[in-house]
């Protein structure tokens, strides 16, 4: 519907006094067993008006579109969709949930790899609307949460700004953010979160609260608050001086047998330590053939120089790009901006090639002997490794210089069930291998252990301010921090 109208209003208020006598049958029970009633707020419907916040229903028009998430392998149907439009329209939202006692999902950019953005009976709040950005005297940039990377390089590079995050257009950049966030400049700048300096944020009683400085709730967003306790409405972030350019190597090997491409995921390893902090490099093993990209944007490029010229010795084709204007660059790493089938996940992070030189083998065979199956490694490290970052995120896995991330593309469902299986083989083995770290900004729903495989140590801290935020586990998914 487009707009909430009386005769809709009138409906949702007749749902509704379903929800209100639930509540009052709860009340009943405890008169009768001689329990006091405690002074609990009866949810009430809140006003949704339309400046700030449309509802709809899988029979409104406007339904389907606002169900399509990038990942086309899960498709959900919720009971309710909230359009917001500001704040106020979150706050509403998740008055509504509780007054027709709802689970709450939150969208932004929508590409989440596991669908954890949508649901097939509850709430989705939809932020997709809330676009605005406001740059401060500072060179901060305040941001709604419904922006996507591409609009943020369009208003942040003509005006020679950056921010350390990833580098697909479509991406949302509230849900990099929130957990963790990486990509070119990451290893100079740190982590997208660690640029995060203060946030408006709606718990789950529809409470709002700006967060800043030492704030344990501003602590918990910096790689724990995806979906899990409040939905994050304002984003402020420092920004950086935009580079001058930007350079991209890449070598280039084909027809890989499993020794050849263990060799160079070694020769891979090796170099990559010696990278300066302005230098980003990704190992992409896509079957039986392998693209080594290694970017920079200093003039210092002695490491990124070694490692090329290792890396050309043993490759089949390698070629330096040019010194490119940076957002003409960026572009080229824009990627697919239409929802497409597959199924990515993180393979684990790691500390170095020996930590998975005893699997390593059986995975790289697999690779290249599965249909469309992509292993890829990327570094983190860096800068991202610092202490005073640390103490202010709750991002886990900074002393693990690499990331490594697993990949699956397909046309049609019917090829979905083989690539899956293939896809299973793999983490199987890094599993049983005793790889247990993961990004949660790259979620499998098969990781056992995912809690803690995604927050470490600071669960107990992440768990108090789900308490705190969330009590009643309004918002939530299939992998959120349970209570
Ligand atoms: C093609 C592609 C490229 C990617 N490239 C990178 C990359 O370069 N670097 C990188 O670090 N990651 C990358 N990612 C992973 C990406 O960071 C995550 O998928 C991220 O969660 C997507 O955020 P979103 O807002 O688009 O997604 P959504 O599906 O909207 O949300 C993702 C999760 O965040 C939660 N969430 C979203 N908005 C809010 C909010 N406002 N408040 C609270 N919780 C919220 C949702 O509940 C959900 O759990 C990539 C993903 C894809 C599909």
Same mark, same amino acid.
């Given at each position: ?47 949704? =008006?339309? *400046? ?36 106020? #329209? ?36 939809? =932020?997709? *609307? ?18 996507? &990377? ?50 408006? &944020?709606?718990? #789950? ?142 393979? #684990? ?53 690499? =990331? ?15 690539? =899956? ?29 995912? *809690? ?16 705190? &935020? ?14």
């Amino acid at each position: 519907m487009s707009n909430y109208n009386r005769r809709d209003f009138a409906k949702l208020m007749m749902l509704g006094g379903i929800g209100y006598t639930v509540f009052s049958c709860a009340d009943d029970k405890k008169q009768e067993k001689g329990v006091t009633p405690e002074k609990e707020a009866v949810p009430t419907m809140p006003e949704l =008006l339309p *400046e700030n916040i449309k509802i709809y229903q899988k029979a409104d028009a406007e339904y389907q579109d606002l169900t399509i998430r990038f990942n086309k392998r899960i498709q959900q149907a919720p009971t309710y969709i909230a359009q917001c439009f500001n704040t106020e #329209g979150v706050v509403a939202a998740m008055q509504f949930a509780n007054f027709k006692d709802l689970k709450v999902v939150v969208k932004s950019g929508g590409h989440s790899f596991e669908g954890f953005s949508s649901t097939n009976d509850g709430l989705v709040i939809d =932020l997709a *609307e809330m676009k605005k950005m406001d740059w401060n005297p500072d060179h901060s940039l305040t941001v709604e949460t419904g922006c996507i &990377l591409k609009e943020l390089y369009n208003e942040m590079l003509p005006k020679q700004r950056i921010l350390p995050s990833g580098s697909c257009a479509t991406v949302g950049i509230a849900g990099l953010t929130l957990g963790g966030g990486y990509g070119f400049f990451s290893r100079k700048y740190g982590l997208t979160c660690d640029s995060l300096q203060e946030i408006t &944020l709606v718990d #789950g009683k529809g409470n709002i609260h700006h967060e800043s400085g030492t704030s344990a709730i501003l602590k918990a967003c910096k790689g724990g608050g995806n979906g899990n306790f409040g939905i994050v409405t304002k984003m402020k972030f420092r920004t950086y001086q935009a580079p001058k350019f930007f350079q991209a190597y890449r070598c280039k090997a084909y027809k890989l047998t499993t020794s050849r491409a263990k060799k160079l995921l070694e020769t891979w390893f090796t170099h990559s330590k010696n990278l300066p902090t302005t230098a980003f490099a990704a190992f992409v093993l896509n079957g039986k053939t392998l693209t080594v990209l290694i970017t920079n944007y200093a003039d210092d490029n002695k490491g990124v120089l070694d490692m090329y010229n290792a890396l050309k010795e043993i490759s089949d084709k390698a070629t330096i790009g040019s010194k490119r204007p940076l957002a003409k660059a960026l572009r080229t790493f824009y990627g697919v901006q239409h929802p497409i089938y597959f199924k990515n996940a993180c393979a #684990g992070l790691y500390k170095d090639f020996a930590q998975i030189e005893g699997c390593i083998d059986d995975v790289i065979s697999k690779v290249i002997s599965s249909r469309g199956l992509i292993y890829q490694v990327n570094t983190l490290g860096g800068n991202i490794n610092s202490s005073s970052l640390e103490k202010r995120s709750v991002f886990p896995h900074r002393s693990y210089p690499y =990331l490594s991330e697993l990949q699956s593309y397909w046309d049609k469902p019917s090829q979905e069930a083989s690539r =899956l299986e293939a896809f299973q083989e793999v983490q199987d083995r890094f599993y049983k291998h005793g790889i247990r770290a993961h990004y949660r900004n790259y979620p499998d729903i098969n990781f056992k252990d995912f *809690e803690t495989s995604y927050y470490g140590k600071y669960l107990p801290e992440l768990k108090k301010i789900k308490q705190q &935020l969330d009590p009643e586990n309004r918002i939530q998914h299939p992998q959120s921090i349970s209570l």
